[in-house]
């Protein structure tokens, strides 16, 4: 059987065991995120989710342009420079610039993977949209869609990132625990992704 999602952070951090303690009250938040992607959020974000699949979202503010976020976040050829459980990523076909560009990413030890093959399905450089979703590799993360939009704040000096997915549940796992785990992962990300920009912005300025 395969064992748990486990999560552990590229720091020295302890392992994080995504277990059966889910709280009742994350049940429900994660129910109401499904219901807010399909009646709240901006269009790209709206997808069905299957049965035995779970979905959310992340948001992350940052103190930056939208441009010199973007910069960052559409290079399809090069996650690793903002997502820290990347260790490498090679474009395996197309030119990371075209739907239809598939790269073939390893990540560090301590996750539930070891490589995957990304399938490039959106990039929209005119709304700031970039969807991928997993066709294959040594993971168990099956029929994994994301999608990231990028916002301009109120007051047009930062940028309001929305990143969302879809995958199906692990067997072994529920999907409190999916969401929870994949959370997780998105969320460090898009710290990351805001400390870049906006140590770029700064050093524009």
Not at 122 to 128: G, Y
Not at 141 to 155: D, I, K
Not at 175 to 198: G, H, K, M, P, Y
């Amino acid at each position: 059987m395969p064992s748990p999602l486990q999560l552990q952070r590229p720091t020295a951090a302890p392992t994080t065991t995504i277990s059966a303690a889910a709280t009742s009250s994350h049940k429900q938040q994660q129910q109401q995120r499904c219901l807010s992607m399909s009646d709240a959020l901006p269009g790209y974000h709206k997808r069905k989710v299957g049965p035995g699949q779970c979905c959310s979202y992340v948001v992350q503010t940052i103190e930056a342009p939208v441009s010199v976020v973007w910069a960052v976040v559409r290079r399809f050829d090069n996650p690793q420079a903002y997502k820290h459980f990347v260790k490498s990523c090679h474009v395996v076909d197309g030119d990371g610039n075209n739907v239809g560009t598939l790269r073939e990413v390893h990540v560090i030890s301590g996750l539930p993977a070891a490589r995957s093959t990304e399938r490039l399905e959106i990039l929209d450089d005119e709304h700031h949209v970039l969807s991928f979703r997993i066709v294959g590799g040594d993971h168990r993360l099956c029929n994994y869609r994301s999608v990231t939009t990028l916002h301009a704040s109120g007051t047009g000096t930062g940028t309001l990132v929305i990143e969302s997915y879809v995958v199906d549940v692990p067997a072994g796992n529920t999907r409190e625990e999916t969401c929870t785990f994949v959370d997780t992962i998105v969320r460090c990300n898009l710290q990351s992704l805001a400390q870049i920009a906006e140590n770029k912005a700064r050093a524009s300025s």
